[in-house]
């Protein structure tokens, strides 16, 4: 009924920069918050950014000031910015959206993330 799907992942050097984005389709009536975590061979999974309907974000300390959420209501997509990667910001990216659904169900949903490899 709803699926969201990223895009953007790649390899990239040490310094450089990625655009991920997260689409959202299917039975939506509206979206509120929307975010991104990340999850590294080994480790939990980290909430790292949060963008909530109105535009107002949240950052984890981890990548506060290089990394920049924002988001297209009009095309319920959520963007996200990395600068200035790092070796371990290698990870797998995911996208989270609470949806309201046409039939007034809300919910989370998840992207199935794309790999973000930070290496020279």
């Known amino acids: 009924q709803v699926q969201l799907v990223e895009s953007g992942g790649g390899l990239v050097q040490p310094g450089g920069s990625l655009r991920l984005s997260c689409a959202a389709s299917?039975?939506?009536?509206?979206?509120?918050?929307m975010a991104w975590y990340r999850q590294a061979p080994g480790k939990q999974r980290e909430w790292i950014a949060r963008?909530?309907?109105?535009?107002?974000?949240n950052y984890a300390d981890s990548v506060k000031g290089r990394f920049t959420i924002s988001r297209d209501n009009a095309k319920n997509t959520v963007y996200l910015q990395m600068n200035s990667l790092k070796p371990e910001d290698t990870a797998v990216y995911s996208c989270?959206?609470?949806?309201?659904?046409?039939?007034?169900?809300?919910?989370?949903?998840w992207g199935q993330g794309t790999q973000v490899t930070v290496s020279s």
């Open positions: 299917g039975s939506i009536r509206s979206i509120n918050d």
């Open positions: 963008i909530t309907s109105g535009g107002s974000t």
């Open positions: 989270n959206a609470a949806v309201r659904r046409t039939d007034w169900v809300l919910r989370d949903y």
